[in-house]
């Protein structure tokens, strides 16, 4: 295990050293765009100009301040304080949007005579698309005879240009 370590801490230092004069090569070819673009062909710049330096984990402490801001964010957009907004049982005075009687039993009358519509004619029920003169979905009898043979037309030219060459 120990000659495996060595070997880690080594190529880690051969990375840290390539690293290093890669940012140095970069920053001596600052100005001109074409060498900026053959260095970083295909690997990360860890420098400042080239790529994203990668972040390490966030504290505590910084998740605690962006979850604030963020309800603080919440609550300006809700146009309440951000201590209403954070505490848990704190509730706004919205009306629920959920079906009234009324309106439960017009729906529920509404399908019902759809229904017995449907068991009526033995078919799917009529809908709002069918009774407005909506556009039919799917091809009828006749178009796909027309396509099939215009299809077939088409097929016997490709295999007849084909057998010419």
């Given amino acids: 295990m120990d000659l495996s370590f060595q070997k880690l801490s080594q190529a880690l230092s051969l990375r840290q050293q390539i690293s290093a004069l890669e940012e140095r ?3 001596l070819f600052a100005g001109s765009s074409s060498s900026s673009s053959s260095t970083d062909s ?3 710049s860890t420098g400042r100009r080239g790529g ?3 972040r390490g984990p966030m504290s505590p402490a910084t998740r605690a301040k962006l979850a604030a801001a ?3 964010r919440w609550a300006r ?3 309440t304080t951000a201590s209403t907004a954070s505490a848990p049982a704190a509730k706004t005075a919205r009306k629920s949007r959920g079906l009234t009687a009324a309106g439960r039993k017009r729906l529920s009358e509404a399908m019902r005579a759809r229904w017995a519509a449907r068991r009526k004619s033995g078919g799917p029920a009529p809908t709002a698309s069918t009774k407005s003169g909506g556009k039919r979905k799917g091809l009828t009898a006749a ?3 027309k396509l099939s043979e215009s299809m077939k037309a088409r097929w016997a030219a490709r295999r007849k240009a084909a057998g010419k060459k």
Wanted: charged share 55%.
């Fill in 52 to 54: 994203r330096r990668r």
């Fill in 77 to 79: 957009r809700k146009g």
């Fill in 25 to 27: 090569l970069s920053s």
């Fill in 42 to 44: 295909g690997r990360r």
């Fill in 70 to 72: 963020a309800k603080a």
């Fill in 143 to 145: 178009g796909r005879r």
